[in-house]
Every structure is written in C-alpha cells, then in structure tokens.
C-alpha cells in the first residue's frame, strides 16, 4: 500500500509563453506542485490526494480529469457551483520568471467550506502539507477550520508538514501574515521555509537564525532553502549546509516545490533528513532543466535514484 499523503491548497490554470503570443495551459500550484512529485516518487500503492474545492466549470472538470489520469485523487473536496479556478501566467526573462494572477473568486478559497468533509480528507493520513498561500487564499474564519482539521489529524498521529512560503501580495499585511505562520508553525512537525521569503517577512538576518525562530515555535525538523545557495539542515539546536546541485536552468518553476516533494517522499520511504535533502537538491536541479511547474514522472524518479 505504501503511505497516505494530503496536500492541501489551490490548483490553478498555468499559462506559459512558447513565444510569438502562443501560449500553453497546464495545473500548477505551489502544494500540488509538490504533491505531483510525491505521487512521481512513492510506491503505486500510496494514496496521494490533493484536497481543495473546484469549481463546475469546463476547466475545473480538465483539472479533476488531469489529477486522476496521473494517480492523484481529491478526497472529499468540494465541488461549489458556478465556481471556477484561478489563472496565472508565467513570463521568463533568461530562466527567471514572473508571474501575473488571476485568483480573487477562485474556487480553492472555499476549501474549508464543509468543515466535516475536510477533516475526513485528512483523516488517517500518514502526512498532510500546506503551505502559507493555502493560508492566505482563506478568510480569516477559514482559516481556522483548516488550521483545527490539522491539528485533529496530528493528534491521531498524521505527520504534518509546512512551506511559510509567503507572498506579500496575497495578505492582508505582515502582521497578519506572522500571526498566521506562528498558529501553523505550532502543529507543524517539518518546515520547509526559503529565507529570502524568511528574511523578507521577519527581517532574519542568517539562514540560521531564521531555523531557530522556527524551532522555538516548537518544529522539530526543518529545512531551509535558499536557491541555488546550499540548504540548511536544522534540529535540536544545530545545523548543518547541503550544496546544491550545480546546473545550468532552463525555467526555475517549481524547483522549491519539487525539493519539498522530494525531501518528504524520501523522509516517509524512510530516508534519514542528510540523505533526503541530498535527494532533494538532485530532484530540483532537474526540475529547472525543465520547462513549467510539472517535471516529467521520469525526470523525477530518475533524479531521485541518483
């Protein structure tokens, strides 16, 4: 069977340029960007759903199609009427890219509608993940079914797992945005956080110091990314840096989100912390070989395995 993994956010429509005003569309977000790694690198057996809320429309519908012909399920996420999901488009300038939104009335904003259906999507799982753009895209009393359903899960024993992964843009203000991050930092058992994301909300001055902040919240094992720059390895008061890989990018989409998939994968196929982030740097230097957010299953497991 193999384990049982919830991630937890908003799927959206991704357009990206192929030049000359021809435009691509695929899925993409940044938890289930990290999920499609997940689903790549578990056994067959293991349950993978992304649980959200959709909307009824034609292109709600591609997305349902789109995660159950990959082996993605989506628990008990609701389907709102006359809802639609969000739309971004992403812009390269050399591999860098920016993007542009289109998400005020998406359909994921009602992901903690049915309070009872989103605590049965995470009921018995052996890891759920989130991160801080799921928090953001809820209102404040959303917010707090969600954060209550996590904390009902690890208290059964669900292994929870959080990227800060803050956007300005989306909150309401840094403060907002810092209390909500420290009531999810206080059930999380691993942090994914980047420090420049880190350093621009808190002010950190070191990867380590942004580490010890989160430890003190109470997280046990964290990771925290900066890039291309090495990863740091936190736990019990000491750290540790993990080179990146050295490549050459191509598109830098998704290289964060598939260095979380990766580590956690190998964290619940049993890998210790050192040996995953090793395979997680191998994961995202692949991942920026490759165009979009969603790396091939193939690029994927063949990074891992090294």
Known sequence: ??????????????????????????????????????????????????????????????????????????????????????????????????????????????????????????????????????????????????????????GRGTLVAFDPNYRPRLWLSEEVARLSFSEALALTDIALPTFPDEQALYGDASMEATARRIEEAGVGEIVVKDGAAPALMFGKGKGRLFPAVATEPVDTTGAGDSFNGSYLAARLLGDRPEAAVARAHRVASAVVRVRGALAPFEVLRAAFAG
Do not use: H, K
């Open 1 to 154: 069977m193999g384990p049982s993994v919830a991630s937890i956010g908003e799927c959206m429509l991704e357009l990206s340029g192929s030049g000359a005003d021809a435009w691509r569309m695929g899925f993409a977000g940044d938890t289930f960007n990290t999920l499609w790694t997940m689903r790549a690198l578990l056994p067959a057996g293991a349950a993978t759903d992304y649980v959200t809320a959709f909307g009824d429309d034609p292109f709600s519908t591609g997305q349902r199609t789109f995660m159950a012909e990959n082996g993605i399920g989506i628990a008990r996420s609701p389907v709102i009427a006359g809802a639609r999901p969000g739309l971004y488009a992403i812009t390269l300038t050399g591999a860098e890219r920016s993007f542009t939104y289109w998400r005020s009335d998406a359909a994921a904003r009602q992901l903690a509608s049915d309070p009872s259906a989103l605590a049965e999507s995470l009921a018995g799982r052996s890891l759920a993940y989130f991160s801080g753009i799921t928090l953001a895209i809820l209102a404040q009393e959303a917010r707090a079914v969600l954060l209550e359903a996590l904390r009902e899960a690890r």
